[in-house]
């Protein structure tokens, strides 16, 4: 009895949250969702060199290779099974993978990309809350979905990109 004694005296005191005001009520409603973690993107120097290590090395299933010009990267997708990796490289010279480059000679982490139910909401909303959108509309990402980048300044350093599920 004296160590069951000492361990019950000894035990620290877990504080619990009052009952009557539950967290999500300081949250405020939204008109749209914010949903799972589509993907995280890196930013590679060398695209094949990237592909192997995560296919042939790590033994992920690695998409084709896809150019959108229309945003200025090659991007390939490597499948995770609960979220995928994008990785991107330039494609052009005023490409924004080139200029994150030059600041990140070996790549890096470029940017998280999470879905929501209602682009168009969330950006309405977005914009009364003070957060910058890249962009006036959203535009169709890799996977021919609208999406959104939000400014990292607003979004404590990380670029978030919004995709419409």
């Not at 609960?82 to 070996?106: C, D």
């Not at 969330?122 to 959104?148: D, F, N, Y």
């Amino acid at each position: 009895s004296g160590l069951l004694t000492r361990l019950q005296t000894s035990a620290p005191t877990v504080r619990t949250l009052s009952s009557s005001k539950s967290l999500s009520q300081n949250i405020p409603s939204c008109l749209w969702k914010l949903g799972r973690l589509n993907h995280v993107a890196i930013a590679v120097p060398d695209l094949e060199k990237a592909q192997c290590l995560y296919r042939d090395v790590l033994g992920a299933r690695v998409s084709e290779t896809v150019a959108l010009p229309e945003h200025g990267v090659y991007t390939v997708f490597v499948e995770l099974g609960n979220t995928k990796l994008e990785l991107l490289h330039p494609l052009g010279e005023k490409s924004p993978i080139a200029s994150f480059l030059q600041k990140n000679k070996t790549g890096g982490m470029h940017h998280i990309c999470i879905e929501v139910d209602d682009i168009k909401a969330a950006m309405t909303e977005l914009k009364k809350k003070q957060i910058r959108i890249l962009s006036e509309e959203p535009r169709i990402g890799a996977h021919g979905k609208p999406v959104i980048f939000l400014h990292p300044k607003d979004c404590h350093g990380v670029l978030v990109e919004l995709e419409q599920a």
